[in-house]
């Protein structure tokens, strides 16, 4: 049991304390940034003369060599250090002397394991802005395959307006547009070096915050030590905006589900991206989709956790706080695992147009265009609704749909028809329509896939 404070203490902590308390399990995760904030507070405790240079190459030196030895696996991190911070302080003591005691100067574990968590939150950002950037890829380029596959759009799960599916992919173009946009402004607002505030009220020596600050690739300190120390307000947005990425996929996985059902066939799924049933030999299930809806409730669960945990928490550090790791790092990784294998299943799957194309056809999508051609020929709006009524009543009792109605039957219902009724319900028609901007009529559809071309030429 390597411990860092045993000093004022009498007798060893019991076993089990010191399992509770201990860290290394997890905090492990973060070495490297462990030992990226030891560099720089090395070289600023040098640059303000706190060490002298030698000092500071030594430990530098040191520091260098564990990295290197853990990277290789020639140093592994063992359960018999409390933490990450006591594993690198104590392996540096070995390594290099008394020196490797100077280290710690100025610092606490607190403000210590606010960096590293930090840095690798940062970190870890980029890789899932890589990931959401992408998916972005993917779907800006099946909108471009898809502007004339025509398909029902739905509202309460019923057939309502045919649209097409770029258009149906643009609406989660627009929700994953905000969700990169979201760890944009995170990264920003978190991008503040919490370094130097010790264990709440800052340190005695003459320490170089912006120094450090900038070493580390931040934009600056942090502008109060208690803060600084137990703010963990990004961690929750972070979780918050992980959230909404998986909402986002999660609907879209459940969509994709019932489009790839047998019932539906709007798309196949890539044999790559299904499984098999050990019973059942006909089967190609959507287990990815599937799994990324069941993911879903474990990140909220993350947000949930971290918001509680910081609920009752009195200024500064409390070591409740030492809980904002694991479920952290388990939403991270799996958010970047369902981004990864999502984009690969919508990129691999196969549409089926002429089904989806049927299926708008034989789902009334077109009443009410049919009910707009009435009111450009004077009928109000009221009536004219009640007149699509009828007509849809009469091809549910027939089994048709509007479009082989004969004009006889139709001019049964109302005399107002006439032979243009055809083209004003053709699919293409009641969605080329629809011009506006948002809408899928196809004008409306190629300004918008401009727009997001250079909206993605602009991602970093
Ligand atoms: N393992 C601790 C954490 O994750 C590090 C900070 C310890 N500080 C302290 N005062 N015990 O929060």
Redesign the pocket.
């Known amino acids: 049991m390597a411990q860092l404070w045993g000093g004022r203490f009498t007798k060893e902590t019991d076993q089990l304390v010191y399992n509770f308390n201990a ?1 290394i399990s997890f ?1 492990r995760k973060f070495y490297r940034e462990d030992i990226e904030g030891s560099m720089a507070h090395v070289r600023m405790l040098e640059a303000t003369g706190i060490l002298t240079e030698q000092e500071r190459d030594e430990i530098l030196a040191g520091l260098e060599g564990i990295l290197a030895d853990v990277e290789s696996g020639e140093l592994e991190i063992t359960a018999e250090y ?2 990450i ?1 006591s594993f690198v302080e104590a392996n540096l003591i070995d390594r290099i002397g008394d020196t490797g005691k100077k280290l710690h100067t100025g610092r ?3 403000d ?2 606010a960096l590293d968590m930090k840095l690798y939150t940062r970190k870890e950002i980029d890789n899932l802005k890589a990931l959401v950037r992408e998916l972005l890829f993917v779907l800006h380029n099946r909108m471009k395959e898809h502007l004339d596959t025509f398909m029902p759009g739905f509202t309460h799960l019923q057939k309502a307006q045919p649209i097409t599916l770029a258009h149906h992919f643009g609406a989660y173009m627009e929700m994953f547009k905000r969700d990169y946009d979201r760890l944009c402004d995170i990264y920003e607002r978190m991008n503040y070096c919490p370094l130097g505030s010790g ?1 709440l009220a800052g340190t005695t020596y003459p320490l170089d915050r912006n120094m450090t600050a900038q070493l580390l690739g931040f934009k600056g300190p942090t502008l109060n030590s208690m803060d600084s120390v137990s703010d963990r307000d990004y961690v929750i947005e972070l979780l918050s905006a992980l959230s909404t990425i998986m909402m986002h996929l999660s609907r879209f996985s459940e969509e994709i589900i019932i489009w790839n059902s047998n019932e539906y066939r709007f798309v196949e799924l890539d044999d790559a991206y299904s499984t098999g049933s050990s019973i059942m030999p006909q089967k190609k299930n959507p287990d990815i989709a599937e799994l990324v809806r069941g993911k879903t409730g474990r990140v909220y669960g993350a947000l949930m956790q971290m918001l509680t945990a910081m609920k009752g928490i009195p200024l500064a ?1 409390n ?1 409740d ?2 809980e ?2 694991e479920l952290t790092f388990d939403a991270i990784d799996t958010v970047k695992g369902c981004l990864a294998l999502f984009t690969g299943m919508i990129r691999t799957m196969t549409v089926n147009k002429s089904v989806m194309e049927q299926s708008a056809k034989n789902g009334f999508t077109n009443a009410t265009d049919a009910a707009d051609y009435l009111v450009n020929h004077g009928v109000p709006f009221r009536d004219a609704h009640g007149i699509v009524g009828q007509l849809v009543l009469y091809c549910l009792e027939k089994g048709i749909s509007l479009d082989d109605m004969t004009l006889e039957e139709y001019k049964q219902i109302s005399p107002v028809f006439e032979q243009d009724i055809y083209d004003a319900i053709r699919l293409e028609t009641c969605v080329e329509k629809r011009e506006t901007i948002g809408a899928p009529g196809r004008t409306a559809m190629e300004q918008v896939i401009a727009l997001n071309e250079a909206y993605l030429a602009k991602l970093p």
Do not use: W
């Open positions: 860290s905090d409390e933490d911070h606490s574990r607190n210590q394991v264990a550090y070591k706080m030492q904002d790791k």
